[in-house]
């Protein structure tokens, strides 16, 4: 009699071997990630550079660079070969400090943010 059961079921029903599982790591470590933004002073609405340092033993898959905005962060874009870069503008109406931050994903999947790095806004 054949098995008539979804997939999973039917190796294990008919005495097939079954396995779920990852290529996870439990010894790899999530990835290192430093942000330097250029300048650190800078004019409402002018243009900065994000340029992020990452690095892990599987190697590093994207960076990506957000802006927080109170309590929400802003993805503003990523790259995917190093030097891990991106310009981008100040907000217009930006009057305190202005905070960014980038997260770098490995190739096992796992990510890590760096420490979040504040431009002073000139007015």
């Known amino acids: 009699m054949a098995c008539m059961l979804p997939l999973a079921l039917a190796l294990a029903g008919c005495g097939g071997g079954f396995y779920l599982g990852d290529n996870f790591d439990d ?18 609405g002018g243009e900065v550079r994000l340029r992020a340092s990452a690095s892990d033993d599987s190697g590093i ?14 993805r503003l874009g990523s790259d995917e070969t190093a ?15 202005v905070q960014f931050f980038a997260r770098a994903i490995d190739n096992d999947g796992q ?6 790095f504040s431009v002073t806004v000139n007015r």
């Open 61 to 74: 898959d994207e960076v990506i660079f957000f802006r927080v905005d109170g309590a929400v962060s802003t």
């Open 83 to 97: 030097p891990y870069e991106l310009d981008t503008e100040l907000p217009d109406d930006a009057t305190a400090p």
């Open 111 to 116: 990510s890590r943010d760096s420490d979040l």
């Open 27 to 44: 010894n790899d470590d999530p990835p290192q990630v430093v942000l330097i933004v250029s300048p650190d002073i800078a004019e409402a």
